[in-house]
């Protein structure tokens, strides 16, 4: 079982408007409605990918309800937290003729101590029946940065595979904690080895700084694919994984999809090069897709053939 945790679910909004511009009145010509958050996206890929997942974290009012119901409706298990805040509600609004795309996000329901206390022994219990942990998104009001990092600790014990995807403070004590795998984006990794990346030299030099910081293994996506630093019985191999772009339809959540396909792979016992191909698959195709989270399996079976794998030199200087 793999689970996906979001602390900060969402019902996410995606309005498509063309020619979009701020001040103006607009129609649209496409709308999605959706269960959303981080975790709850890669759930909804992994289900797509046939891999046996449950969602958990927290979820409030008549949203919280919502995000449930849609979960369910999807044929995807949960088993949230029930709060007294309201679970926040996203929008996104994606102009078709330009790939801009403009995000509002609310910053979602305070939790109390006890509701957090509540999660932790939920977690636990889950964990039992479970093989991988997977922590994405942000922290609402009243959690601790820290919360992550604590969680991955207690998972460590308990011989599991930890995977984060966050940024700002709770990634940076989250990947002090040793989780297995951390994958953020370019932005994510800047703050969190402390510089600003100029060149393929200094994305190699940041996926091992980020070993260095504790992470086993290191995934930062890009546009095109992912830079990685994986173990191996000798040391470290470091990846670039590619493949031509394509104009998306929307951005949002295609991070997510990669995650969800490298954690399906991986449960599967793939190596972990084939695990990145399939990852990056599955993220390219989400880009074609209305909807964070939402793929299509012989696409993306498809797409898995004209990903490359390149190894590049362990230390500093890439050709």
Excluded: W
């Excluded at 820290?146 to 014990?157: E, H, N, P, Q």
């Excluded at 997510?256 to 090069?273: H, M, N, Q």
Aim: overall charge negative; glycine content about 10%.
């Amino acid at each position: 079982m793999i689970i996906t945790v979001t602390l900060n679910a969402a019902i996410d909004r995606t309005l498509s408007v063309p020619n979009f511009r701020p001040g103006r009145r607009h129609r649209t010509v496409e709308t999605t409605t959706m269960a959303g958050g981080k975790g709850v996206n890669i759930a909804r890929t992994l289900k797509t990918l046939g891999q046996p997942v449950i969602a958990t974290g927290f979820a409030g009012g008549s949203t919280g309800t919502r995000i449930v119901e849609q979960l369910t409706d999807e044929a995807i298990l949960t088993d949230f937290v029930r709060i007294r805040a309201e679970s926040r509600t996203n929008l996104s609004v994606v102009d078709p003729t330009t790939g801009e795309q403009t995000e509002v996000n609310e910053r979602g329901g305070a939790i109390t101590s006890r509701e957090l206390e509540l999660f932790h022994d939920k977690l636990l219990y889950l964990a039992r029946g479970a093989e991988v942990v997977v922590f994405a998104g942000s922290l609402p009001p009243g959690v601790e940065a820290d919360v992550y990092a604590s969680l991955i600790r207690d998972l460590r014990k308990m011989g599991l595979t930890t995977v984060v995807d966050t940024d700002g403070e709770p990634l940076r004590l989250g990947v002090r904690a040793e989780p297995t795998v951390v994958s953020p984006n370019v932005l994510e990794a800047e703050e969190l080895v402390g510089h600003e990346f100029n060149d393929d030299e200094d994305r190699v030099i940041a996926v091992r700084e980020m070993i260095e910081l504790g992470a086993k293994e290191a995934i930062m996506t890009v546009e095109d694919g992912c830079f990685a630093a994986l173990p191996t019985e000798t040391g470290l191999k470091m990846l670039r994984v590619h493949v031509e772009p394509r104009e998306p339809v929307a951005t949002v959540g295609s991070g997510d999809a990669f995650i969800a396909g490298y954690v399906a792979a991986r449960y599967s016992g793939k190596p972990l090069e084939e695990c990145l191909r399939f990852g990056v698959a599955c993220g390219v195709d989400s880009v074609q897709r209305l909807g964070a989270g939402v793929i299509d399996l012989r696409e993306v079976e498809r797409l898995t053939a004209e990903i490359e794998v390149e190894s590049l030199p362990s230390t500093a200087e890439v050709g």
